[in-house]
């Protein structure tokens, strides 16, 4: 595993969508480009694959997008 980037979530949050992570880190340029980097298999959560965009991803997860550094979500 590479570098880390922390995204902290806002007060009283619990969890963020993964599409809406996607954005936030600017693996995406925009939303409707979600799905596509999805379908590729490149996103893991946990390392795990995963292809939905509206999973929930928690304190403490690590998404893996290929080619970019990893995300924690705190």
């Given at each position: 595993m590479g570098p880390v980037r922390?995204?902290?979530l806002r007060p009283g949050e619990e969890?963020?969508?993964l599409?809406?992570?996607l954005k936030l880190v600017d693996a995406?340029?925009?939303g409707?480009?979600?799905k596509d980097v999805l379908v590729t298999?490149?996103?893991?959560v946990n390392g795990e694959p995963e292809d939905r965009r509206g999973r929930?991803?928690?304190r403490g997860d690590?998404?893996?997008?290929?080619g970019a550094e990893d995300v924690r979500v705190a």
């Open positions: 922390t995204v902290e969890s963020i969508r599409g809406q992570l995406v340029p925009t409707a480009q979600v298999g490149d996103v893991r929930q991803v928690r690590v998404v893996s997008i290929a």
